[in-house]
């Protein structure tokens, strides 16, 4: 009979059940959204591309052909430039449109590195919500740029008693009083208007790679861009006046507010 303890662990399992319903969580869903709509802005490509040229990386990021090679750093780049490089992406992306410095940074450096777009794994990474124990942070207290960052991404907190119930968590929040005068009033006096995080519909995913296709061959007349589309894919063909209408709209999606 075996062990409970010589037992494989089934990533997968532990996956679907601890990671997948937070990454799945509507808070979650709404920050990728923002941070999808972020990496469109010309601001962001071109910062992208000028840390690239910086620190020596590809164009299009290092070769990731197969599973192993995903490792940080890469082979060819220069381990000593790993801590310049998050502190780059911090500065020059997360403190400007509000992303949490590190959550957001090994994203970042990911996609840098690799040009992949994968969001981090731990519970409570990347999302509208922490959960975190108070009273330990105070005991053991964190540097000052991770405090800055989650004072900045997180800057309300409720604090829970260990006897509380989930209903009396729900019942706290839904009450009308609390989540105006209290909840309300204390997100409105740390909203940036500037940050869409919220505001980012969700988009047809077949329609957005059309879009994307169409924006990176702007460059091309309508003529070639239809027929580009044509043989890109059937369902894809529309007239010459929508893929005009469609650059010009992409135009000002990818510009700063």
């Given at each position: 009979?075996?062990?409970?303890?010589?037992?494989?662990?089934?990533?997968?399992?532990?996956y679907k059940e601890n990671v997948e319903p937070y990454i799945?969580?509507?808070?979650?869903?709404?920050?990728?959204?923002?941070?999808?709509?972020?990496?469109?802005?010309?601001?962001?490509?071109?910062?992208?591309?000028?840390?690239?040229?910086?620190?020596?990386?590809?164009?299009?990021?290092f070769d990731v052909s197969t599973r192993d090679s995903y490792?940080?750093?890469?082979?060819?780049?220069?381990?000593?430039?790993?801590?310049?490089?998050?502190?780059?992406?911090?500065?020059?992306?997360?403190?400007?449109?509000?992303?949490?410095?590190?959550?957001?940074?090994?994203?970042?450096?990911?996609?840098?590195?690799?040009?992949?777009?994968?969001?981090?794994?731990?519970?409570?990474?990347?999302?509208?919500?922490?959960?975190?124990?108070?009273?330990?942070?105070?005991?053991?207290?964190?540097?000052?740029?991770?405090?800055?960052?989650?004072?900045?991404?997180?800057?309300?907190?409720?604090?829970?008693?260990?006897?509380?119930?989930?209903?009396?968590?729900?019942?706290?929040?839904?009450?009308?009083?609390?989540?105006?005068?209290?909840?309300?009033?204390?997100?409105?006096?740390?909203?940036?208007?500037?940050?869409?995080?919220?505001?980012?519909?969700?988009?047809?995913?077949?329609?957005?790679?059309?879009?994307?296709?169409?924006?990176?061959?702007?460059?091309k007349s309508l003529k070639e861009i239809s027929k580009m589309?044509?043989?890109?894919?059937?369902?894809?063909?529309?007239?010459?006046?929508?893929?005009?209408?469609?650059?010009?709209?992409?135009?000002?999606?990818?510009?700063?507010?």
């Amino acid at each position: 009979m075996t062990d409970k303890k010589d037992k494989i662990f089934d990533a997968d399992k532990y996956y679907k059940e601890n990671v997948e319903p937070y990454i799945e969580s509507q808070g979650t869903k709404k920050m990728w959204n923002y941070f999808l709509d972020v990496m469109k802005k010309d601001y962001f490509v071109e910062t992208i591309r000028e840390l690239r040229k910086k620190y020596k990386i590809p164009p299009n990021g290092f070769d990731v052909s197969t599973r192993d090679s995903y490792v940080m750093p890469p082979q060819g780049f220069d381990r000593n430039n790993e801590g310049e490089l998050r502190k780059d992406i911090i500065e020059k992306i997360c403190k400007k449109y509000k992303l949490h410095y590190f959550d957001f940074s090994d994203v970042l450096l990911t996609f840098v590195c690799y040009d992949l777009v994968n969001p981090l794994g731990q519970l409570g990474t990347c999302g509208l919500f922490w959960v975190s124990d108070v009273v330990s942070e105070k005991e053991e207290p964190f540097d000052g740029l991770c405090q800055q960052s989650d004072d900045m991404a997180y800057p309300i907190a409720i604090r829970i008693s260990p006897y509380a119930s989930q209903r009396d968590i729900i019942d706290f929040i839904k009450n009308k009083v609390v989540w105006k005068k209290e909840i309300e009033f204390l997100q409105n006096k740390y909203k940036d208007e500037n940050i869409k995080i919220g505001k980012i519909k969700n988009k047809n995913e077949e329609i957005q790679k059309r879009n994307d296709f169409i924006y990176n061959n702007k460059h091309k007349s309508l003529k070639e861009i239809s027929k580009m589309l044509a043989d890109k894919n059937k369902n894809w063909i529309i007239d010459q006046g929508h893929i005009g209408k469609i650059i010009s709209l992409e135009k000002q999606k990818r510009k700063e507010v």
